[in-house]
């Protein structure tokens, strides 16, 4: 799978209230048309609530 772009997935999460847990974030970048990889890669984020956009990067960016 090709690594995550932290970027290109927040282009998908712009407006999304936090915090917020995985699947409404999921939710909310597939609403605003995010394709299948970077749905892909949000899939992969642990089960917990993000409070920031920045707390998603964050998860990104450690996703293997």
Do not use: F
Request: hydrophobic share 35%; glycine share 4%; net charge negative.
């Amino acid at each position: 799978m090709a690594k995550a772009n932290p970027i290109q997935v927040q282009k998908y999460l712009s407006g999304m209230d936090y915090p917020a847990d995985k699947d409404e974030i999921i939710d909310h970048a597939k609403d605003q048309g995010a394709d299948n990889d970077v749905v892909q890669i949000l899939q992969q984020l642990p089960e917990q609530d993000y409070k920031t956009a920045a707390d998603v990067s964050k998860a990104i960016g450690q996703i293997e």
